[in-house]
């Protein structure tokens, strides 16, 4: 005898509804916008506990330092790919009714000498107001960007951004901070490298540089080199030299309680390198540690790969495979200097702390562990 068939069988099943995400309030929402020498790159964030959550984002390659360094200018070419990458922002922005914000540009700006004009033309062409930040500040924000990332063991820490267009260095020393308020320590620095009177112990801001060679500047520097290695020898060595007038530069340091926090997408790409990613994954690249060795290795498979071989390669690409170079033979430059067991690797940078320093201005970060 066949089983009785039940009375609700072949019944269409009822659909469970996942109720959508409610929008964010646009009154908690901040945007951060980075114009730098190679990229155009945007956040769109809410705060949330003592971080913030990423509502939207956007990046895009615009080379608007190409020929700068020959011309002294930007070119029509190279804005008006930034004119279009800054209305898709724009369109953003509006979409999410975001209204506090701060929108920068960097080092191609700050040495154009038609920089003004061009931001006039963004502004008539987009409704967007952008800022040209001096160096101080660019160095200040990539800083307080890492806080998270800084160790409670760390007594000594430099922070590096390799940018496109310069090179951010900051040494800081925490040794007066109590271990568990190291990284809140770097956050208040938002107010400034020399921050007046607080009740809070104090990191202390040894010495800053800003050094006008990034990736793409560096690599234009040594355009006309043929030879992959010497090209890369002569570019590590250029860019150690300008470090001259930084002063911790002579002096030599213990790896015990130093610590190297690195950001930029040259950082980014070596950790991914090393840990054999095919597809780049944050969750795994940012707070990575590596040791001076390490580093050296995937610079040294770099080398071996050649040009052919980078451009072949998944993590590097066909638009990254000269920069990454120059990039590197900043970062041995660096490591040949200060060599560490402890360098941590950033997916972060200038439009985390721009939003970081808006939403500590406004209170609106909880005051409790990162």
Not at 269 to 281: E, H, P, Q
Not at 343 to 370: C, H, I, K, N, T
Request: hydrophobic share 40%.
């Amino acid at each position: 005898m066949a089983p009785r068939r039940p009375n609700s069988a072949g019944a269409f099943p009822k659909p469970v509804e996942s109720p959508a995400p409610n929008p964010p309030d646009p009154a908690e929402l901040y945007a951060a916008l980075d114009l730098g020498t190679n990229s155009c790159r945007m956040l769109i964030a809410q705060p949330k506990g003592s971080q913030f959550h990423v509502v939207d984002s956007f990046s895009k390659s615009v080379q608007l330092g190409t020929g700068l360094e020959s011309s002294g200018q930007l070119s029509r070419a190279s804005m008006g790919r930034t004119v279009q990458a800054l209305r898709v922002c724009q369109q953003k922005l509006k979409r999410h009714k975001v209204e506090r914000m701060r929108l920068v540009a960097t080092e191609a700006c700050r040495r154009a000498c038609n920089a003004r004009k061009f931001i006039k033309n963004v502004e008539r062409e987009t409704g967007l107001r952008l800022e040209i930040i001096e160096p101080e500040e660019e160095a200040r924000l990539a800083v307080i960007s890492c806080a998270p990332l800084v160790s409670t063991k760390t007594e000594q820490l430099l922070v590096v951004d390799i940018g496109g267009g310069s090179t951010e260095l900051v040494w800081i020393d925490l040794t007066s901070v109590p271990a568990r308020e190291r990284p809140r320590a770097i956050m208040r620095l938002h107010a400034g490298f020399h921050p007046p009177q607080s009740p809070f112990p104090a990191a202390k801001v040894v010495d800053w540089i800003s050094v006008p060679l990034g990736v793409a500047t560096l690599r234009d520097q040594f355009r006309d080199v043929q030879d992959d290695a010497a090209r890369f020898a002569l570019m590590s060595w250029y860019f150690e030299e300008s470090l001259a007038e930084f002063a911790p530069y002579k002096d030599e340091q213990t790896r015990e309680g130093f610590q190297i926090v690195g950001t930029s997408g040259t950082v980014t790409t070596v950790a991914a390198s090393y840990l054999g990613l095919k597809r780049y994954d944050r969750t795994k690249v940012d707070g990575l540690r590596m040791t001076s060795d390490q580093i050296d290795k995937v610079i040294r498979s770099y080398l071996d790969m050649g040009p052919e071989g980078r451009r072949r390669d998944p993590r590097i690409g066909q638009d990254r495979q000269a920069l990454i170079m120059s990039g590197a033979a900043i970062l041995q430059a660096l490591l040949r200097c200060w060599p560490t067991d402890r360098l941590s690797v950033a997916d972060r940078g200038l439009r985390e702390g721009l939003l970081y320093a808006q939403m500590s201005a406004d209170g609106v970060l909880e005051d409790g562990p990162f």
